[in-house]
């Protein structure tokens, strides 16, 4: 091992960093996820004792809210990255004359 190639050691601790941002991520969306739940219930709940007939405002703040949610979803399950066949296609249609 040369002093440029800095060995195994290093990309298993970049790998473990990397796993770790990713759990934390997963935590945190699974923490978001209880919270949504848990607050839209409440306000259903409000809306149910209060009228509970009339219109079914709590539609509102769980489709908002929910948006968040989803996209939170998305930054945390999508694949990291780009593989190298998307990095090839990408290649190739910068090479197409235009």
Known sequence: MTD???GPAVASDDLRQQAVR????????YGHLIVYTLVNTFIVLIWALTDG?????????MVGWGIG??????????????DERKIQREMEHLRRPR
């Open 22 to 29: 990713r759990l934390k991520k997963r935590h945190d969306f």
């Open 53 to 61: 007939q009339g219109f079914f405002w709590p539609i509102f703040p």
């Open 4 to 6: 440029l190639d800095p």
């Open 69 to 82: 949610v989803v996209m939170n979803a998305w930054d945390v399950f999508s694949p990291d990255g780009y």
